[in-house]
């Protein structure tokens, strides 16, 4: 059975790092693209970006470029969303999701992990 | 980037009759790579439709998708109670994804 299980929600202040990851089983992880999705409260799915874990090879969509870094280590089929100095408006839930190889569609979807930015 | 605009933002129907969800596609789209999605509260979004028109595995009958070029089609041809959710279409095109806004289903 495809898993995407990812940690668990977070609490954060303004200006800190954080980590996120996202781990698959089930399947050839490197095998497959992760991507990463936002949901600000209330709102729609964003694409963030996206990761080959075989080469390491990371896509961002411009709205995401330079505000986040997408990783992951294949020695334990995990992928990473990481933030070196948070805001208030990161606060969202962040999904990761596999990429079906030909249509390119997201068809696994980790449940999701909550990033709230307080101060 | 290819923008996608789903019609209407809420639909309120009752249980038993048919929606039918729109999603424009700011330029073509290649129809393998269209995909529509369902996300109930507090849940994940869950892959309905993939290729326009292809369900995905475990999907009933009733949700069916068409469409071609800019112009694509979600329809529900009747609503059972656990249907009542956000639709999302999503597309891919030069190395980037993009959804649309989302429809909300809501009980009339």
């Known amino acids: 059975e495809v898993q995407l299980v990812q940690s668990g929600a977070e609490v954060k202040k303004p200006g800190e790092s954080l980590k996120i990851s996202c781990k698959g089983s089930?399947?050839?992880?490197?095998?497959?693209?992760i991507g990463w999705v936002r949901q600000m409260p209330g709102k729609g799915l964003e694409w963030m970006g996206i990761?080959?874990?075989?080469?390491?090879?990371?896509r961002y969509s411009p709205s995401f470029q330079g505000q986040v870094t997408i990783s992951a280590d294949k020695s334990i089929s995990t992928a990473y969303l990481q933030w070196s100095s948070l805001k208030a408006s990161d606060t969202a839930m962040y999904y990761c999701?596999?990429?079906?190889?030909?249509?390119?569609?997201?068809?696994?979807w980790g449940q999701g992990t909550l990033v709230t930015v307080s101060s | 980037e290819i923008v996608l605009t789903q019609s209407p933002g809420t639909l309120s129907l009752s249980p038993g009759e048919r929606a039918t969800l729109s999603c424009r596609a700011s330029?073509?789209?290649?129809?393998?790579?269209l995909a529509w999605y369902q996300q109930k509260p507090g849940q994940a979004p869950r892959l309905l439709i993939y290729?326009?028109?292809s369900r995905a595995t475990g999907i009933p009958d009733r949700f069916s998708g068409s469409g071609s070029g800019t112009d694509f089609t979600l329809t529900i041809s009747r609503l059972e109670p656990e249907d009542f959710a956000v639709y999302y279409c999503?597309?891919?095109?030069?190395?980037?994804?993009?959804f649309g806004q989302g429809t909300k289903v809501e009980i009339k």
């Open positions: 999701a596999r990429l079906e190889t030909f249509e390119y569609y997201f068809d696994y």
């Open positions: 089930g399947y050839s992880f490197t095998s497959y693209w």
């Open positions: 990761i080959y874990p075989g080469d390491s090879d990371t």
């Open positions: 330029q073509s789209v290649s129809s393998s790579y």
């Open positions: 290729g326009a028109s």
């Open positions: 999503q597309q891919y095109g030069s190395s980037s994804w993009t």
